[in-house]
């Protein structure tokens, strides 16, 4: 079955440092996402792409996040300045679009701020 | 997109059948059901989908009233690994709809 993948699965970094995740889609979807999951809360939604460009983002996605596709296959979510609050689980999810709305969702990467 | 409320947690036993229900009073007419199912530090996974009535596969059952205002997960035979956290979700399919918000989701946890 064809799946999402993300890297890395674990990364620590100091406050204030950049930190880019990335995500592979599944081949032939269209639709991509970030969320993201503090410890023990819910899944949050960041940011939605289609099209090579962001669909909707949440009041959490502000100018220290950033995404793209460059090579036209990884995804990827640039957090530009770290700060502590964004230690969290990073999720990365596809859709097919069309007459479908499952979500394909990766792994996910652990980002630990220091 | 229509808010959802389901309960905060529930346990069962394991070979029990259960059903969690969703609240959605304010669905919209072209918004679909959709459940998801997180185990912990994983990625949300899809379950089931559904508009009305009833849809089965091989993991689940949704039920759906003809009034949409609600609509129960059921899940037959429960076994330790269905514990989790699973997510009732409401909205357009598709292509009009790119901010697909969870909820709190319902921590179930199955007993041996």
């Known amino acids: 079955e064809p799946e999402v993948t993300q890297t890395p699965s674990h990364q620590v970094t100091q406050m204030g440092q950049e930190v880019i995740l990335r995500c592979v889609p599944i081949?032939?979807?269209?639709?991509f996402y970030w969320y993201r999951q503090i410890l023990g809360q819910k899944v949050e939604f960041l940011v939605s792409?289609?099209?090579?460009?962001?669909?909707?983002k949440s009041e959490i996605f502000d100018d220290q996040f950033s995404v793209e596709r460059p090579d036209g296959s990884n995804f990827t979510l640039k957090i530009r300045s770290t700060k502590l609050e964004d230690s969290a689980m990073y999720f990365c999810?596809?859709?097919?679009?069309?007459?479908?709305?499952?979500?394909?969702f990766g792994e996910g990467s652990r980002l630990t701020v220091l | 997109l229509a808010k959802t409320t389901q309960p905060i947690s529930m346990d069962s036993y394991e070979g029990q059948e259960v059903n969690i229900t969703c609240s959605h009073n304010?669905?919209?007419?072209?918004?679909?059901i959709t459940w998801y199912q997180q185990f912990p530090s994983q990625g949300p996974r899809f379950i089931i989908q559904?508009?009305?009535t009833k849809v089965t596969n091989e993991v689940a059952s949704l039920f759906i009233p003809a009034d949409r205002k609600s609509s129960t997960l059921s899940l037959p035979r429960v076994s330790l690994s269905d514990t989790a956290v699973y997510y009732c979700?409401?909205?357009?399919?598709?292509?009009?709809?790119?901010?697909?918000?969870f909820g709190k989701g319902t921590r179930l946890h199955i007993l041996p």
């Open positions: 999810a596809t859709r097919k679009g069309g007459n479908t709305g499952e979500l394909f």
């Open positions: 081949s032939n979807h269209l639709y």
């Open positions: 792409f289609y099209n090579n460009e962001i669909s909707e």
């Open positions: 304010n669905i919209a007419t072209n918004d679909y």
């Open positions: 559904g508009y009305k």
């Open positions: 979700l409401v909205g357009p399919m598709g292509n009009r709809d790119d901010k697909i918000i």
